[in-house]
């Protein structure tokens, strides 16, 4: 059974390494801005092998990989347009014919605010995981260093941001930062990275209280 079981996880990694290999070759061909898809690449170019050389020492659920699956998709989008000008709007009114932007009194491309939501929300599920098999918190704290965990990534990202636009200056820099004129933009994502962990983990403690009880 073990041996099933090994077989399987392996083949579900695997499936997952290829289909985000395939996106990642699809998606970086002519994206719209080479330079700064580049840089957008180069913290998939160090987690992705990472977790790669990493499976059989540290390991984790099938839903924390397709959840960390699902961010890492959305960020090869957003390298390949460049966060600020993925066209959600556009698709979304060939889809309709409205303006999703329109219909929630929205003024600027969204894209980013929702990828680091959806980071805090996405990369808690692992996080949580790698607490428990590598520095098992009690209490209270088993909710709260997760969270903690993916906010100073957060903080992290920003600062890379910044350092970068300002190395680069110019196009490049304005497109790796993609502020939109916004002087609260770091703050902004930052804030929502940390929405999304704290629902995330709600969710994740609901689940287990329900779990239990059952």
Do not use: K
């Not at 990642?24 to 898809?37: C, F, M, N, S």
């Not at 014919?97 to 980071?119: E, I, K, M, Q, T």
């Not at 906010?151 to 196009?171: C, D, K, P, Q, T």
Request: charged share 15%; glycine share 8%; proline share 4%.
């Amino acid at each position: 059974m073990d041996r099933e079981y090994e077989g399987a996880s392996a083949r579900f990694g695997l499936t997952l390494l290829a289909l985000f290999a395939l996106a990642a070759v699809a998606l970086g061909i002519a994206p719209r801005y080479r330079q700064d898809w580049a840089l957008e690449n180069a913290i998939v170019l160090v987690a992705v092998p990472l977790l790669v050389f990493g499976w059989r020492r540290l390991r984790f659920s099938r839903g924390a990989y397709l959840a960390l699956f699902a961010f890492l998709l959305l960020h090869e989008i957003g390298a390949h347009y460049t966060y600020s000008e993925v066209p959600y709007d556009e698709a979304f009114a060939r889809l309709t014919g409205h303006s999703l932007n329109a219909l929630l009194g929205l003024h600027r491309n969204h894209f980013d605010r929702a990828v680091h939501f959806l980071y805090g929300a996405l990369v808690t599920p692992m996080a949580v995981e790698l607490f428990a098999q590598r520095a098992p918190p009690s209490g209270v704290w088993r909710w709260i260093l997760p969270v903690c965990f993916v906010m100073s990534h957060s903080v992290i990202y920003e600062l890379v941001e910044w350092l970068a636009a300002l190395r680069f200056g110019g196009e490049l820099g304005a497109a790796y930062l993609g502020t939109q004129g916004d002087p609260w933009d770091a703050q902004q994502d930052m804030a929502l990275a940390a929405l999304g962990s704290v629902l995330s983990m709600g969710l994740l403690a609901w689940r287990g209280r329900q779990t239990h009880a059952g």
